[in-house]
């Protein structure tokens, strides 16, 4: 069986994208998410057979979680504050 997934971008949360099996929509998330989303815009689609890695996620958990729960969150990566010389 062909993995695809449309990845959606967030309108509410920026920086957080929400990868959705197949035949799996935002609208099917749970509520708690889709508040927390608001409005997503699909961005692409992926066939996750013809990829080894992803950009920033590993692709072994996007895989997991489609097949057990029928999506992935990737949320924002933290800011860094970094270190504030004085002296």
Request: hydrophobic residues 35%; proline residues 5%.
């Amino acid at each position: 069986m062909i993995m695809r997934c449309v990845v959606y971008r967030s309108n509410k949360k920026a920086g957080a994208y929400v990868y959705c099996k197949e035949g799996f929509s935002p609208s099917d998330l749970p509520d708690e998410l889709q508040i927390l989303l608001g409005l997503c815009e699909a961005v692409m689609t992926i066939n996750l057979d013809e990829r080894e890695k992803l950009a920033r996620e590993d692709i072994l958990k996007v895989r997991q979680n489609l097949n057990e729960h029928g999506y992935h969150l990737q949320m924002p990566p933290k800011e860094s504050i970094g270190v504030i010389n004085f002296g």
